[in-house]
Every structure is written in structure tokens, then in C-alpha cells.
């Protein structure tokens, strides 16, 4: 069973979840970004950020981060196995522009769970509300930034701060969370995850992020797609949470990413894939790609397997939204 304290209280995430900052600066940063990604910079102010993607010309997603502006900068907050490649693509757009794209200067320090609030207000007097909602602090930013079910808190700082703000944390008892819990709180708060629910032939819409995308600024790359599926059409697929419960006498089963879903009527070809699994108090939370059929919230679908003794198992449960700004 996963430790409660992300649940329950207040935790930290550990360094295996992985968020890097990337910086953009310059007296040019802001008409570049505003070309090359998909949410609209206006509504990125000083005290409220935006989710942001960016696309190949196809839609598909090469990186997603939030973005905050800060001065006259701007700060990516991305997952590490997309930080290389924000990076190099960033880069390679440069052209003649005053930009500089630069990372290693700032670090995350996230603390989520339903405490999680009331402590960083504790150490820094300030208490954002509002997702992604930001204050300045100490050459940093807190922000409202929940990766769990109830709550939670991102601590972007200047790398120099990290060791004091890390031992004020020891200090108040808050424990590091321990990778099942931290993917258990991520999978039923929906969000989704670099190389599990996000891939490279992943689209925002497909993945949740629809908050990332304008449709009415200017061009960048994949827009015109994104805006032809808005018009004429829909994505086969979207990203959904499910919950199975254990019967009685049952503990464990063999639920796996790439497992099919299908319907409560068995009758069909797949419903859907599961993509990120995590134990939860008495079954499975998982995340899922569903087909366009079986995405309406309350659908019931079913996974057929085994069980910790070996006997066969019926799972069942009903389909949830992920995450919504």
C-alpha cells in the first residue's frame, strides 16, 4: 500500500519525478514564444500562468510545461525526459532573434496533499488559490500548482535557496513521497505523464491539455490542425480516468499499461488502452486512451484478467474526466 501523507497531509515529490526550469529571456523572448507555442503569452501575467505545448506540424506534442512570466523572462516548467528536447528544438528556431534559452539556474520544489497550502503559506506568508496562480518570492515564484487529488504547492526557486527551503521541510516533518504514491496521486488527480499517457504520436486534445492550445492567436506549428479537428472533426481518442474496486477475497491482479479496456457488454472490438496504473486503497486507479465511442463520463468499461491466485477476473468501473483547469 502507498504511504498516506500525499493523501492525507503534506508531502514533497521525490527527484524521480523530475521537473527541470527553462529559462527564455531577451528583448525578443516574448514575439518568439508567442510564434513557436501553442497557448496564447497575453494571458501569461505576472501572478497567473498557463499550461502550453509545443507541436511538430503535425499536432503532435514534442513538449508540454507550464509557463510563467517572471520580469522579463519567462520560466518553462517541464518533466525532465522533455527537458533535452524542449531545449534543442527552442534552440534551432533561433534565427537572428534576441533570445537566450537557457536551464541549470532554478529548481522545483513541489509539496502537495491537503496541508500543502497552509504550509508554504507558514514559510513564505503567501498562499496562491487559483491554478497556476503565482507570487513572487525570493527571486522566485510560488505557485498553486496541484499534482495530487487535493492540493499542492510548486516552490520555483533560484538553485542556491534549495538546501535551506529543502531543510525547512525536514525540519517541519514533511517526508519525501514515495514514487507508488506520488504516481497514484498524479493517475487519479488526471494528470498525464511523458512516455506513458503522452507519446510522441499524442496530440493535446487527445491527452487532456486542451487548456494549452488558443485557437484564435496567430500561426504556429500544428495550429492549423488543432483548428481543422475543432471545425470539421474530433480526435478518435481522448485520455480518461477509471477506478476499479476488488471484490471481496481479492488483493492484486495483473492490470498493466497496454491492457486492453472494452465494453460492459463484452460486444466490439477495444474500447480503449490503459496507460498508467497505480494500487490504490482496495483496487487499481489507472489512466486510459479511449476511444471516441466510450469517452462519455459515467461509461462503464471493463478489463479482463487474472487475479493474484491465478483465477480469472472481471474489473469494472466508470469512466472520469482528467484533469480540468
Known amino acids: 500500500m502507498t504511504d498516506p501523507a500525499i493523501m492525507e497531509s503534506c508531502t514533497r515529490l521525490g527527484s524521480d519525478f523530475g521537473l527541470e526550469v527553462v529559462e527564455v ?77 537557457s536551464s541549470g539556474q532554478r529548481g522545483v520544489i513541489s ?8 504550509l508554504v503559506e507558514q514559510i513564505t506568508t503567501l498562499r496562491p488559490v487559483q491554478f497556476l496562480q503565482t507570487a513572487s518570492w525570493r527571486g522566485g515564484l510560488v505557485v498553486a500548482r496541484t499534482r495530487s487529488p487535493e492540493a499542492g504547492v510548486d516552490l520555483i526557486l533560484p538553485l542556491e535557496l534549495i538546501d535551506e527551503i529543502e531543510q525547512r521541510l525536514d525540519q517541519e516533518g514533511v517526508v519525501t513521497s514515495s514514487p507508488e504514491a506520488t504516481e497514484r496521486a498524479r493517475i487519479e488527480s488526471g494528470f498525464p505523464r511523458s512516455g506513458q499517457d503522452v507519446t510522441e504520436r499524442s496530440m493535446p486534445p487527445e491527452v487532456g491539455l486542451d487548456d494549452a492550445i488558443s485557437y484564435d492567436k496567430g500561426c504556429y506549428a500544428g495550429q492549423e490542425v488543432l483548428a481543422r479537428i475543432r471545425t470539421y472533426g474530433h480526435v478518435n481518442r481522448q485520455l480518461r480516468r477509471i ?72 474489473l469494472s468501473g466508470e469512466v472520469r474526466f482528467p484533469f480540468r483547469p
Open 111 to 118: 509539496i502537495q496533499g491537503p496541508n500543502a497550502p497552509t
Open 25 to 101: 529571456s531577451g528583448s525578443d523572448a516574448e514575439q518568439f514564444l508567442q510564434r513557436m507555442i501553442s497557448c496564447d503569452l497575453h494571458r501569461v501575467l505576472e501572478g497567473a500562468g498557463l499550461r502550453g505545448t509545443l507541436l511538430d506540424s503535425k499536432a503532435k506534442i514534442l513538449a508540454y510545461f507550464d509557463i510563467y512570466r517572471q520580469s522579463d523572462q519567462f520560466l518553462l516548467v517541464v518533466e525532465e525526459p522533455m527537458h533535452a528536447g524542449l531545449i534543442n528544438h527552442l534552440d534551432r528556431l533561433v534565427i537572428l532573434e534576441d533570445v537566450k534559452i
Open 243 to 314: 477506478e476499479f474496486q476488488f471484490p471481496e477475497g481479492i488483493s492484486t491482479s495483473s492490470v498493466a499499461p497496454g491492457d486492453a479496456l472494452h465494453s460492459s457488454d463484452g460486444e466490439g472490438k477495444s474500447a480503449g488502452k490503459i496507460t498508467s496504473v497505480a494500487r490504490s486503497e482496495n483496487g487499481i486507479s489507472l489512466m486510459a486512451s479511449v476511444r471516441k465511442n466510450h469517452i462519455d463520463e459515467g461509461t462503464v468499461l471493463c478489463w479482463q484478467g487474472v487475479s493474484d491466485d491465478g483465477s480469472s477476473l472481471k
